[in-house]
């Protein structure tokens, strides 16, 4: 159920999901925040996922997951992207810090939104061995396969690309990735992928390509 606080009781066809408004510079992908396209308003959805697929990107910045979502997304896919999430926290609950849960709830909210439109997502953000559990628990509740791709190009070649797209401006690159390379490691359930050699394209194909090939799986 779609309501608009407003206008009541709207259809998918009487919403805008994605605000481009609330996008941040240099960025392609914009946040999740739905509303009526008849007055404006942010409406309220009562809507659970049930069933479809989620690919997981995972990595530091200057790994390229933005840039092989946005790809994803140019395909089909829903996109949830971990900066874009932040933004509409922010604006949701008018906080300027955004905690792993409050993170966590709306990744989830939005993949209920989403669902509203199709079942195959793409999830673009940094993802803590720690919480890698939550997540697994956010998408077997939506019935939903998943697969965690960390994308690990060498750190000199996302340390040059994270140049190119400021994602900090608070430290420097090598500093924020450093931390995060260190911290991004796995024991299991994550695809490793060395993208250094590899456009956002190549990388989107060859996800692609598992995809399609082991559908039951991803
Ligand atoms: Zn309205």
């Known amino acids: 159920m779609i309501i608009c606080p407003n206008c009541g ?11 481009e408004e609330l996008r941040k510079q240099n ?44 790809i994803l997304a140019g395909k ?3 996109a ?28 989830a909210r939005e993949i209920d939104i989403l669902s509203l439109f199709g079942n195959r997502f793409v999830l673009s953000t940094v993802i803590l061995p720690e919480d890698l559990s939550r997540y697994k628990e956010i998408f077997e ?10 994308l690990k190009p060498e750190y000199r070649t996302a340390v040059e ?20 390379y260190e911290l991004l490691r796995f024991d299991g359930g994550v695809i490793v992928a060395d993208n250094t050699n590899q ?3 190549e990388t989107a194909a060859y996800i692609l390509r598992a995809f399609n090939k082991n559908d039951e799986n991803i």
């Not at 874009?84 to 300027?96: A, E, G, L, M, S």
């Open 9 to 19: 009781v709207l259809t998918k066809n009487d919403i805008s999901v994605y605000s």
């Open 27 to 70: 960025f392609l992908m914009s946040p999740v925040l739905p509303v009526c396209i008849r007055c404006g308003r942010e409406v309220q959805i009562t809507h659970t996922c049930n069933g479809g697929h989620i690919i997981a990107l995972n990595g530091t910045c200057g790994s390229g997951k933005s840039a092989v979502a946005e």
């Open 76 to 78: 089909g896919f829903l």
């Open 80 to 107: 949830i992207d971990g900066d874009c999430v932040i933004q509409t926290v922010k604006h949701r609950k008018k906080v300027k810090q955004v905690g792993f849960n409050e993170m966590a709830d709306e990744i």
């Open 141 to 150: 509740s939506r019935n939903l396969k998943y697969r965690f791709i960390l």
């Open 161 to 180: 690309r994270c140049r190119s797209r400021t994602c900090h401006t608070s430290v420097t690159p090598e500093y924020w990735i450093k931390h995060f």
């Open 199 to 201: 456009t956002p394209e």
